[in-house]
């Protein structure tokens, strides 16, 4: 499981490798957030040359080099050469430190992955599949997109196939930490409900937690820390430990000053690795994020979506392996979970039970949820078997 966030980005440095559609998104996401954006890359979509050429964006219209990752607060790889994006990677967090990298698609080289997000201008919804299944994840965005009245944050940058100004809008910006292994400090007096969700949160995540009375913490406590959490913002203020938007400083969040921090946690729905995060705007529209935050608890947890989402996640290994781009992975598990036998002739896409709580196809997200593991195995072999011949 990867830890929800929604990161403050506002005017911090943020660098992006690639020029391509999946850069792009990065792009949007981040302005939207308050991002100072940087890209680099030989060559850009239409909105990231657009973007560049108004001033909201710098381009520099090259390869990367050694060096370019230094003083950035966040990074993402997203070029289609895996040599590239690993180079970035170790430059970036294994010798500058910085705590927020992500090379796309590949999930041992991230601190954070992306989420999928839409938003109807007072809540903000994202979802996340650990990494596990982007299509799944792509699919629960569309569902939401269509009946929430929602739109996703991908489709802003275009009116009438011309690119248009990204503006600032305030919103945080989501992600998902990857926490296996990573210290993780808690800086408390007592351990309060929201410090006992934290670390609840945090080891599921497999974080190393690590709690520590703040009249006991010492500076070289937070030298390895990939994120810390105070009840008291005061803590981290106040007795001359790094600054929390320094590129090597930690993550920080204050449960009583969530400005103060680096990001805050907002209420989740999960199941298993499927991962809905809620967040309202601003405090007036809380009553509508609680009910939604209800309705979705219960359309989704313990419903099966958990167990899709590993099977798929256990079957990436072989498919990285078998494509060498992102997109003919993306393809392949398109076509899988599409798939929907029937007896009429009339073609039907699989609804992942989302416009229909009571469908029985046979399918293979029915048959994963349902148990039958032997007829998932079997349709996933053959549709492998059958690309790559």
């Not at 600032?168 to 408390?188: K, M, W």
């Not at 099966?304 to 990436?316: D, Q, T």
Request: some cysteine.
């Amino acid at each position: 499981m990867f830890y929800p966030a929604y990161i403050n980005l506002q005017n911090q440095k943020c660098l992006v490798i690639g020029g391509g559609t999946v850069a792009e998104r990065k792009v949007v996401a981040m302005l939207i957030s308050g991002g100072d954006v940087t890209v680099i890359s030989p060559d850009a979509t239409e909105l990231v040359a657009f973007l560049a050429n108004i001033g909201t964006i710098r381009w520099h219209k090259r390869q990367v080099k050694a060096g370019d990752t230094n003083g950035y607060f966040l990074i993402c790889a997203a070029t289609d050469f895996t040599d590239i994006n690993t180079a970035v990677f170790r430059e970036a967090h294994e010798k500058n430190k910085i705590r927020l990298v992500n090379v796309v698609d590949v999930i041992p080289q991230c601190t954070f992955a992306a989420a999928s997000v839409v938003t109807d201008g007072e809540l903000m919804l994202s979802i996340s599949t650990s990494g596990k299944s982007p299509a799944t994840s792509r699919r629960i965005r569309e569902h939401f997109e269509k009946v929430l009245h929602t739109s996703s944050l991908y489709t802003l940058g275009h009116e009438n196939g011309e690119p248009v100004p990204i503006e600032n809008q305030g919103l945080p910006y989501p992600v998902y930490f990857l926490l296996e292994d990573r210290t993780c400090i808690i800086l408390c007096e007592q351990k309060t409900p929201e410090i006992e969700r934290r670390i609840s949160l945090l080891n599921r995540c497999g974080a190393a937690v690590v709690c520590i009375a703040p009249d006991k913490l010492k500076p070289h406590h937070l030298e390895d820390a990939f994120l810390v959490v105070t009840d008291k913002s005061s803590v981290i203020v106040g007795v001359g430990l790094p600054n929390p938007y320094d590129k090597n400083g930690f993550i920080s969040e204050c449960l009583d000053e969530p400005s103060i921090g680096t990001y805050f946690t907002p209420d989740l729905v999960i199941d298993d690795n499927l991962i809905i995060s809620v967040s309202p705007r601003n405090s007036i529209d809380l009553n509508k994020s609680r009910h939604l935050h209800k309705q979705l608890t219960n359309q989704f947890e313990n419903n099966g979506y958990g167990a899709f989402i590993e099977f798929l996640g256990v079957l990436r290994p072989e498919v990285l392996k078998a494509f060498s781009t992102s997109k003919k992975r993306a393809e392949f598990f398109d076509t899988l979970i599409d798939h929907v036998e029937q007896e009429n002739l009339q073609p039907q896409t699989c609804c992942f039970r989302l416009t229909n709580r009571e469908c029985s196809a046979e399918c293979l997200f029915n048959w994963v949820r349902s148990g039958n593991l032997e007829r998932a195995n079997t349709f996933t072999a053959d549709l492998l078997q059958e690309v790559n011949c």
